[in-house]
């Protein structure tokens, strides 16, 4: 794709790129070159299901390089096709960088992504479009593995292709009927896909199970390292004027977080670093404060929250999800510091729009009830969706939002169409006015669903997507900017 138009955030992808370069870097220096080759091997040949800390199976050295490489080439593929460089980019170079500490590989994810440019081109749509799913997809590379591993190589191959060509349909439809209160959307999306294959596997005679890898003992030194880095992120931001950054990063404390709230684009970088950093440290507080492990898995986390720091997630959103995931693993008949719960305390923010748009009162409901549902959602997935906490958040968030919904009607939002479909093409700046959530309340919260009906209408009807939603993304671009705005 020509690259004929200046990017607005011509920093991101590079810094993403230096990242990737850090963390192998970092891996270099925990283990002699030949244990981290050694290393790789292993995490090249192992199945994958959840969890497999990479650390645990193949040391901290081999974990963080395969971290890197996979960082590094996830942010070419994005320089390569993804023109427009937003908060949604952040998030999947947050996702690819966490979870190739436990699950994804320079291996297993190619299927996945091929099967994703296969659906383009049978769609006769640009790839661009499709770029963020087709790495955020990987999420079922254990599929790829498990396959590969267990029977052949190309059977892998076969089932990675299938699952990448059936995902984006999947994931449009899914995104929608979550209402925007689930921010890892595509591990419902996931989920809903690994629901239907697992159980055919099975029929079939194959038998995948779930793992436990779970590395301990390395708080001191992986504490350390996520301290200077998160602190690197909050000084980065400061650098930038200290008083203008601190206004605007308490204007982004403000918002609801709900989807899609694109803090990229909506507030200079100076305040996202300061977000990821303080993120980064409430995350990192969170396990070593209850007593958890810092490891390949809750690494992938905190790396995960850090990259939704730029899409929806902030202190005051998270922390109450965080306090009611604690509250639920006082009250279940299960392990506080269970992997499964220390998982859920750091993906279950997840579900942040829910203390942005309703109150915290409702994200510490939220939290709780995700700490149930969360144990027993990834049952029948045999470990297949990495993105587990993400399936769970969305029955989480499909069930309590029309509740709450209906029952708080003072807090409810307001979801229009156009605010689902503006995730991945856009990077035009966006006053903090128009992000979605709690900023829509109260006087055009009360509007007739005829009202708002007509309103959709005069932005361009996208509630009729049929034919016309099979558009380049770059059309649907055009469309927007010539719309303004309301239109985006």
């Known amino acids: 794709m020509s690259r004929a138009a200046p990017q607005r955030n011509p920093v991101l992808l590079p810094a993403s790129a230096l990242f990737g370069l850090a963390l192998v870097i970092y891996g270099l220096c925990q283990a002699p070159l030949p244990e981290v080759l050694s290393g790789l091997y292993t995490i090249f040949t192992v199945e994958d299901v959840l969890i497999t800390d990479y650390m645990a199976i193949a040391g901290i050295g081999a974990a963080f390089v395969n971290a890197g490489l996979v960082t590094l080439v996830s942010t070419a593929i994005l320089w390569r096709w993804d023109d427009s460089p937003n908060g949604a980019t952040m998030v999947t170079v947050g996702l690819m960088a966490g979870f190739s500490l436990f699950g994804k590989n320079l291996v297993n994810m190619w299927p996945i992504f091929f099967g994703t440019v296969l659906y383009a081109v049978v769609k006769k749509e640009s790839f661009a479009t499709h770029v ?36 984006p349909p999947v994931a449009e439809h899914a995104h929608r009927v979550q209402n925007g209160m ?16 697992v159980p055919a596997f099975k029929a079939f005679g194959l038998n995948p199970a779930s793992a436990h890898h779970w590395s301990t003992g390395n708080n001191p030194r992986l504490g350390l390292a996520l301290g200077a880095l998160c602190g690197a992120f909050v000084i980065a931001g400061l650098c930038r004027g200290p008083k203008p950054v601190l206004k605007k990063y308490w ?13 990229v684009r909506t507030f200079t970088p100076g305040p996202v670093l300061v977000n990821m950093g303080v993120n980064g ?18 690494i992938g986390a905190i790396f995960t929250i850090i990259g939704f720091s730029g899409y929806g997630k902030h202190a005051f959103n998270i922390v109450p999800v965080m306090a009611g995931v604690l509250l639920g693993s006082l009250t279940n ?11 859920a305390g750091l993906f279950g923010t997840t579900l942040a729009p829910f203390a942005g748009v309703f109150g915290w009162p409702f994200g510490v409901l939220a939290g709780l009830l995700h700490s149930s549902v969360v144990l027993q959602a990834g049952l029948p997935l045999e470990g297949m969706n990495l993105y587990n906490n993400g399936f769970s958040g969305g029955l989480v968030a499909i069930v309590l939002y029309p509740i709450l919904s209906s029952l708080v009607e003072w807090r409810r939002p307001v979801l229009l169409e156009e605010d689902l479909y503006a995730m991945f093409e856009s990077d035009e700046p966006q006053p903090p006015e128009e992000l979605p959530g709690k900023e829509r309340r109260l006087d055009r919260d009360r509007r007739s669903g005829g ?22 993304g770059g059309d649907r671009r055009s469309e927007r900017a010539e719309q303004g705005p309301e239109g985006q």
């Not at 396959?147 to 191959?157: K, N």
């Not at 689930?182 to 294959?197: D, E, H, I, P, R």
């Not at 009202?451 to 016309?468: I, K, P, T």
């Open 132 to 167: 963020n799913l087709a790495l955020r997809g990987t999420a079922l590379a254990p599929m790829v593995s498990f396959m590969a591993v267990r029977f052949h190589p190309w059977l892998g191959v076969a089932v990675g292709l299938v699952v990448g060509f059936l995902l």
């Open 182 to 197: 689930n921010l890892y959307s595509v591990g419902f999306s996931c989920g809903l896909l690994a629901m239907m294959m």
């Open 333 to 343: 008949h299960v392990d506080p510091n269970s992997s499964s719960l220390q998982l």
């Open 451 to 472: 009202d708002r009906r007509s309103r959709q209408e005069e932005h361009g009807g996208e509630e009729r997507r049929g034919g016309g939603d099979r558009r380049s």
């Open 281 to 298: 440290l409430i995350a990192t507080g969170y396990i070593v404060l209850t007593g958890g492990d810092l490891n390949g898995a809750t």
């Open 251 to 263: 204007a982004l404390l403000r918002t609801s977080g709900r989807v899609p709230s694109d803090y």
